[in-house]
């Protein structure tokens, strides 16, 4: 190895000790990430009809804003994988915040539900743009043996920050009106988010170019990952984008999973809302189920990801798919909020299985040179979860005329999902299933 390569790979030390101050701030960002989604998920839905002109009973009308959501985000989250590895991490999470900015306004000033739907395209663009960033950033600048946890913390704090805003604008909604208390609450969040971009957030580019050096020179240690041997070292974006979506079957059996998995915070973020509502509860007493929803799929993350670096990835990817969607399913076997506070927490619980573990497969068997392009298409493909399943979930409330045959819609197709992991998934953790040594 030369004396200027061993000089670099001493700059740039992977860990998340020997990077503390930035992993750091990285939590920070994804935690308010999480928060400019969740003032979204509570008031907003919940109050379509009275306050956004949404017909009762139009499902397909309700579903609207995350179907838009869904389908810009995970066309943003490709973009932005790719975009990161020529203009840098910092600069695409910057932009993400940029593309906030006008969302608190226009719930304020929105004459109809259409504004809802254009709010949401931003929220889509914002979301694509800083949560990839934060996910890939981390990666960046620790060590593989840590990345179920990395992306158990990434998640944890994202969800948390999430399900705090859920509960936080359903009380601010409800002391200064929504589109007020939106407002406020808006603009305090993502301008606060940019300005910590702008101070203290460094790019991390030169942390996944060091690794890729590292490995090109045969200095990497430890087990071999099992990378795919179909692709070439600097790949096209449609090599990756093939490669992901159904010439490896590990990548397309994981971008399906998370693809699925979304059909559920999908009808999390639609339905939750209204039909707890139509049972009587306020605004307050939804944001807390939702809530828990959030917090135990946040909160489980920080072991759930630590878990698979133990057990690996497979086994909490399939028992999170179907405990997910048992979760789903008791929601509808029961009343009160005790009981619909119980079943949120087993979605969450399973939730937090699958979550950060499906992108830990992702990165445990992606290249350095193209992992921020496997994340993003990853995310493309799970985040298209939203618009696919609100899609599908506006058409089965109006085929059936019940918001509670989409329930069972989502527990079935969760079910399925964790099957096809089952059969043709396959553990991608490099020490419990590493490539076999060359002679």
């Not at 920070?28 to 003032?39: E, R």
């Not at 004459?111 to 979301?127: R, S």
């Not at 497969?361 to 979860?385: C, E, K």
Request: some cysteine; overall charge positive; glycine content about 12%.
């Amino acid at each position: 190895m030369s004396h200027a390569l061993r000089n670099e790979y001493q700059e740039f030390r992977h860990g998340i000790r020997e990077n503390f101050a930035q992993f750091s701030h990285q939590l920070l960002q994804v935690f308010l990430v999480g928060m400019t989604i969740g003032m979204m998920r509570t008031v907003v839905p919940a109050l379509g009809e009275t306050e956004f002109g949404v017909p009762k009973g139009s499902f397909m009308l309700l579903t609207t804003f995350v179907v838009a959501f869904g389908f810009v985000k995970g066309t943003l989250n490709f973009v932005a994988g790719r975009l990161s590895e020529l203009i840098g991490r910092q600069k695409v999470l910057l932009l993400g915040w940029a593309a906030a900015l006008p969302i608190p306004f226009m719930i304020l000033y929105a004459p109809n539900w259409n504004w809802i739907v254009a709010a949401t395209v931003l929220l889509g663009v914002n979301q694509g743009l800083t949560w990839s960033m934060t996910q890939t950033a981390k990666l960046d600048i620790t060590r593989p043996d840590q990345r179920g946890f990395v992306i158990g913390l990434n998640e944890f704090s994202g969800y948390v920050g999430l399900a705090v805003a859920g509960i936080i604008t359903g009380y601010m909604a409800t002391a200064y009106g929504p589109r007020h208390g939106l407002l406020i609450f808006g603009i305090a969040v993502i301008v606060l988010a940019a300005l910590l971009t702008i101070l203290w957030v460094k790019d991390t580019l030169s942390w996944a170019k060091a690794e890729g050096a590292k490995h090109a020179a045969g200095q990497s240690t430890g087990p071999k990952p099992r990378y795919p041997a179909n692709i070439s070292d600097k790949p096209t974006t449609w090599e990756v984008f093939s490669l992901m979506s159904w010439r490896d079957k590990r990548m397309a059996t994981i971008s399906q999973a998370g693809l699925v998995e979304k059909f559920v915070d999908a009808l999390v973020w639609v339905f939750y809302p209204v039909f707890l509502y139509r049972h009587g509860l306020s605004l307050a007493s939804i944001g807390w189920v939702i809530g828990v929803y959030g917090f135990v799929w946040g909160g489980s993350q920080f072991f759930t990801g630590k878990l698979s670096d133990h057990i690996g990835r497979q086994r909490p990817i399939v028992w999170g798919m179907w405990i997910c969607g048992a979760g789903v399913a008791m929601m509808l076997m029961g009343q009160g909020v005790v009981w619909w506070s119980l079943s949120a927490a087993v979605s969450g619980f399973g939730m937090a299985l699958l979550y950060p573990n499906l992108s830990a497969a992702v990165s445990d068997i992606a290249h350095p040179n193209w992992r921020g392009s496997a994340i993003g298409i990853y995310r493309f493909w799970r985040d298209l979860g939203y618009g696919i399943g609100a899609l599908a979930l506006g058409i089965v409330a109006s085929f059936s005329g019940a918001i509670e045959e989409a329930f069972w819609f989502v527990a079935v197709s969760m079910f399925l999902s964790g099957l096809v992991v089952q059969i043709w998934g396959e553990e991608t953790h490099p020490r419990l299933n590493p490539a076999p040594a060359i002679p």
